[in-house]
């Protein structure tokens, strides 16, 4: 059974930032959404597609106001991969 694990990442987070909101918003919706991960053009799969939720949102305020939010994602299914 193919298990696609989690995706892991940090982001500076911007409270009043539209996407930053709506990742939120998901989060505790906690609703299974489809999501692209693109890599540099260097790469050979420049873009992976795969549906999940997300199972971690955490925020952290550190030194000089900003903010970072540390984000897992929880793939369910198989990625795609351009061939």
Known sequence: ?????QLSFKL??????VGHKQLL??????ELRDYQMEFPEAVSY???SFSAYISKF???ATVAG????????DIVGPPTFPS
Do not use: K, Q
Not at 1 to 5: F, N
Not at 66 to 73: G, H, M, P, R
């Open 1 to 5: 059974m193919l298990d696609a694990g």
């Open 12 to 17: 500076y987070f911007i409270p009043g930032d």
């Open 25 to 30: 918003t998901v989060f505790t919706g906690r």
């Open 46 to 48: 420049p873009t992976w």
């Open 58 to 60: 955490s925020i952290t």
């Open 66 to 73: 900003v903010i970072e939010a540390a984000c897992t994602f």
